[in-house]
């Protein structure tokens, strides 16, 4: 009986070493990075920031697999259905976790239930911008335009009910407009009307269109963040416009399937939060605010931000299928 119980022990002990070293040595194969939008948009973006940093601090690939389609439901409910073994993340955002859950009858999984929170990378605010043919130099110019012209103006967004469709909607309300929402299945395709003429307006995130309008090819009329953006001091946030508590912020951050260990969750916290603080990946950061934090404090942002964003979509009533 004692041999039996101290086989048993020896099991158990050797089974426990297994467990922390697999953990502690994580990750020593490929990881791949899910960018649930194709390439060329903002969560492409971070996705292969992201890699870059991590793979040279890993000493390991990191893999950019693009899955897009439906907002983003595609790439999310084929991450929540990898091994929970921390080696494939999810670039999660609000469209993914919180609007498309609000919105959707059946977006192919649970945002609450099938991922666990990694790290909160960036908070973004949207930007209305027009092409450089449109005749409005403001967004007072902008809503006499639509006025003068109904039904007319349309303005692009990458994907239904993704972040930039709710507040075109919400501008719509708010100024008492009609823009017709034209979703896209992404950014590229948004710039590539837009900057042909083919569209007037576009709301979306505002780092990802920044580099065009320095440049000069098409205007940025407001930001949808509460103070004006550091680096873009001259454009004018839409509280400052009149729209009084007109704010709308989003994030992006790494999540992982459910069930993945507590102790790979904690150390991609760190590695990717020194990632992020590098000065390397600020570099990258145009009108975003890094944020990094607790997989907790994460999980907070989501949950809070759900309720938010759930009755903005219940209030204009916006479904998808």
């Known amino acids: 009986m004692l041999r039996r119980l101290h086989s048993l022990l020896t ?42 940093g991590l793979s040279k601090k890993w000493k390991v690939p990191v893999i950019i697999e693009n899955k897009g389609g439906a907002a983003g439901n595609i790439g999310a409910a084929y991450d929540s259905s990898q091994p929970a073994d921390g080696y494939t993340l999810l670039v999660s955002n609000t469209a993914t976790h919180v609007i498309n859950p609000n919105i959707y009858k059946n977006p192919g999984f649970d945002a609450k239930r099938d991922f666990e929170p990694v790290i909160m990378v960036i908070k ?104 004006r953006l550091a680096n873009l001091p001259n454009i004018p946030t839409m509280q400052e416009l009149g729209f009084k508590d007109f704010e709308a912020t989003t994030f992006s951050g790494i999540t992982v399937p459910r069930g993945t260990p507590k102790e790979v969750i904690t150390k991609l916290n760190a590695d990717i939060g020194a990632v992020i603080a590098s000065d390397e990946f600020k570099a990258y950061i145009k009108g975003d605010v890094i944020v990094g934090g607790s997989p907790e404090e994460f999980g907070r942002v989501i949950d809070q931000d759900y309720a938010v964003w759930g009755k903005v979509a219940r209030d204009i009533d916006l479904k998808a299928e």
Not at 25 to 35: E, Q
Not at 164 to 190: D, S
Request: aromatic share 6%; charged share 10%; hydrophobic share 45%.
């Open 11 to 52: 099991i158990v002990l050797l089974g426990l070493s297994a467990c922390t070293m697999a953990e502690t040595d994580f990750p020593n194969r490929a990881v791949t990075i899910v960018v649930p939008f194709p390439p060329g948009g903002q969560s492409d973006n971070i996705g292969r920031w992201l890699g870059n």
């Open 124 to 227: 973004s605010a949207d930007a209305i911008l027009v092409n450089n043919d449109v005749p409005a130099h403001s967004v007072a110019e902008l809503i006499a335009l639509t006025k003068a012209r109904p039904g007319q103006i349309n303005f692009g967004v990458p994907g239904y009910g993704s972040a930039g469709h709710f507040v075109g909607i919400l501008f719509n309300n708010v100024a008492g407009i009609n823009m017709n929402a034209v979703p896209y299945k992404g950014t590229p395709q948004v710039q590539a009307d837009i900057l042909n003429g083919n569209l007037q307006v576009v709301v979306d995130n505002v780092t990802t269109w920044t580099p065009l309008a320095e440049a000069g090819r098409l205007r940025m009329l407001a930001v949808t963040s509460r103070s």
